[in-house]
């Protein structure tokens, strides 16, 4: 509430500005970013108040907005109620998650013929505060499951540029990784790519909690296809029994999970010493209709080969076909 005073105008009318409206804070998608680790450090964020109105008719200046970004495939959910609020999949894509209060109006804003004098204001607004949730679930078209140790990222890191940690030992991996699969680097097409999604590895019970599973299945639900990795070279635990194991977990977490595509891969051939492994899991892939597959992500063997068949299997998915069974044709 102000009023015009000055020197030739001693009695002058009302001048009082209005308030700005407070800043609002917004998530946006960033296909540059993979993970939500910056806001475990950080959890409370605040967008910048308005400025009060003052005399002269000075309108106060708005708030400053927040931006938050994510990465894409973020789930927004309230903190309290458990409801979505928005699911940011698109690069650039962003959502209000806290709307900034509106600003006040001064006592310019009510004067009239019967008042010339108003004494009242209009108060401002507060700002919204929300509590939110936020979940990950990974954009890829080609998710890896199989046991810890199981050759995931060594997959990974052969068949596209990112570099997760690599190491004789199980849960190396700790957190989802993601890499682009050009098949230029195979004498491929330079224009053909897709993604690929590594998950720390599943045990027996992932789907119930046990070990780390049950944090990172979610990534793989947006995929398009499943590559299931079992390692050859393991001589504790058979193809079937590990094939059998991993189908479980994936299916007592998701039915829609488990009815993706998902082809088995036979790991670690460089390290293969029982070749009743490899005949054990040939019948295992056979009694599927499947071709065997066999990598070496030491030597290289196989890369190629299961590169170009999972392209062509992509296409098939993008177009609405029904895709083939891997067999000779196809490989």
Same mark, same amino acid.
């Given at each position: 509430m102000s009023f015009r005073r000055e020197k030739f105008a001693p009695e002058g009318g009302p001048d009082g +500005?209005? %308030?700005g409206k407070g800043g609002s804070v917004f998530l946006r998608a960033n296909?540059?970013?993979n993970t939500l680790n910056p806001y475990r450090s950080k959890r409370e964020f605040a967008a910048e108040r308005g400025s009060q109105g003052e005399g002269c008719m000075r309108h106060g200046k708005d708030g400053v907005d927040v931006l938050l970004e994510v990465p894409r495939g973020t789930l927004?959910?309230?903190g309290d109620t458990g409801e979505v609020l928005a699911e940011l999949l698109e690069d650039g894509q962003?959502?209000?998650?806290?709307?900034? +209060?509106? %600003?006040?109006l001064g006592n310019t804003n009510f004067k009239s013929s019967t008042n010339r004098t108003p004494r009242h204001h209009q108060p401002g607004e507060d700002g919204e505060e929300r509590n939110l949730e936020l979940e990950l679930k990974l954009l890829a078209d080609v998710g890896l499951v199989g046991f810890p140790n199981a050759g995931k990222s060594t997959l990974v890191s052969r068949l596209s540029a990112a570099r997760p940690k690599i190491a004789n030992y199980p849960f190396t991996t700790l957190e989802p990784q993601l890499g682009v699969v050009s098949l230029d680097r195979f004498g491929?097409?330079?224009?053909d790519s897709w993604v690929?999604?590594?998950?720390?590895?599943l045990i027996e019970g992932a789907a119930d909690g046990a070990g780390l599973g049950i944090q990172f299945l979610r990534h793989v639900e947006r995929t398009r296809m499943l590559l299931h990795l079992v390692d050859l070279s393991d001589p504790m635990t058979e193809p079937a029994e590990a094939v059998r194991i991993i189908e479980g977990e994936v299916k007592g977490f998701s039915p829609v999970l488990a009815d993706k595509p998902r082809w088995l891969v036979g790991t670690k051939l460089d390290a293969l010493q029982d070749e009743d492994r490899r005949t054990?899991?040939?019948a295992l892939c056979l009694a599927r209709d499947q071709k065997p597959i066999f990598i070496s992500g030491v030597?290289?063997?196989?890369?190629?080969?299961?590169?170009?068949?999972v392209d062509a299997a992509l296409k098939d998915l993008k177009d609405g076909k029904e895709l083939k069974t891997l067999n000779d044709e196809v490989w």
């Open positions: +500005g209005d %308030g296909r540059a970013l927004v959910k309230d962003d959502v209000c998650v806290a709307r900034g +209060g509106r %600003g006040g491929g097409d330079i224009l690929i999604a590594d998950i720390p590895g054990a899991f040939e030597t290289g063997e196989g890369l190629r080969e299961l590169t170009f068949a």
